[in-house]
């Protein structure tokens, strides 16, 4: 995912971003963010002692009294892996939510809020239409395709209800101990 971020930022001529490989120590003291925000990269950890090196950076760099917000898809039997997924086809490792609730404590910081978020699932039959008519860097919607964005926003709730099966995308909001 990084190589693929890094590869984009080069193609799109973006000068003013750094990335950090997950698992590395963060270039930024302790305690230096009210709020660190994960969305889909824990799972592209595949390893359990990867995830919670990278866990435990978020712990470290945030403030007391700050937050963590993660999106992950998760699965709730076990550890599952899976070949190819997402829009980087890429491997991915879903995880229990029991295991980034007690991750995320052995950092300090405890869970305020947990839920399934309500991603359409028509999110993914719209990127790989646009993928398929337009190749993976396409920049902007298909032309053409952008009623199936308004359909996938109306179906959200339906989605939140259907997400009951064994894997879904949780959200969690985690809040590190001490006065902000």
Request: hydrophobic fraction near 40%; aromatic fraction near 12%; charge should be positive.
């Amino acid at each position: 995912m990084v190589s693929a971020a890094r590869r984009l930022a080069s193609e799109q001529g973006v000068r003013n971003v750094g990335f950090i490989v997950p698992g590395d120590e963060a270039p930024f003291p302790d305690d230096s963010f009210d709020l660190v925000n994960c969305v889909w990269v824990l799972k592209y950890i595949l390893t359990d002692a990867g995830a919670e090196r990278t866990i435990a950076e978020f712990c470290r760099v945030t403030k007391p009294g700050g937050y963590v917000a993660v999106i992950e898809q998760v699965n709730r039997s076990g550890s599952l892996l899976v070949e190819s997924e997402g829009y980087y086809q890429g491997r991915a490792l879903y995880r229990t939510p029991g295991f980034y609730i007690e991750a995320f404590k052995k950092g300090g910081l405890h869970l305020r809020h947990h839920s399934i978020t309500n991603a359409s699932p028509l999110f993914w039959a719209y990127s790989r239409v646009q993928r398929a008519l337009y190749g993976p860097a396409a920049a902007s919607p298909a032309p053409g395709l952008q009623w199936v964005t308004a359909a996938s926003v109306r179906c959200d709730l339906l989605a939140g209800r259907a997400m009951k099966f064994r894997s879904g995308h949780h959200f969690f909001l985690f809040r590190k101990e001490g006065e902000a």
